[in-house]
């Protein structure tokens, strides 16, 4: 079991910045990718970015790319999502989610723990 904590969510005007940060606990050590995924009202679960912790790579949805950086603190089972040039369609509650396999695609079922989410709000 994993247990994914995120905090860093608020409000802010289009164009600002907000970074996101998601710490995981309990069989942490065996996590493979991390990410970050969103929910705004009437919409799916989108994938954001994930972040391989074997030191693979990383994952951009396109809607977020130039404007978004995953990275993860050294050696630990932290992760941020630095968001710059934020824009209204950002607005959602943005899930941390972990996984012990190995997924390469933004996909919410491929994630089998999840964080309570952290609200993000961008007014135009």
């Known amino acids: 079991e994993v247990v994914l904590m995120e905090s860093g969510g608020g409000s802010v005007q289009g164009g600002g910045s907000l970074r996101l940060s998601c710490v995981a606990s309990?069989?942490?050590?065996?996590?493979?990718?991390m990410g970050w995924f969103r929910q705004a009202p009437g919409k799916e679960r989108e994938g954001v970015a994930h972040?391989?912790?074997?030191?693979?790579?990383?994952t951009y949805a396109d809607s977020v790319k130039g404007r978004f950086t995953i990275s993860r603190k050294n050696g630990q089972n932290v992760v941020y999502l630095q968001m710059n040039n934020l824009k209204a369609d950002d607005t959602a509650m943005y899930y941390c989610?972990?996984?012990?396999?190995?997924?390469?695609?933004?996909?919410?079922?491929?994630?089998?723990?999840w964080g309570q989410g952290t609200q993000v709000t961008v007014s135009s």
């Open positions: 309990g069989y942490s050590d065996s996590i493979r990718f």
């Open positions: 972040l391989d912790m074997y030191g693979h790579g990383t």
């Open positions: 989610a972990a996984t012990y396999g190995y997924y390469s695609r933004l996909r919410a079922t491929d994630f089998a723990f």
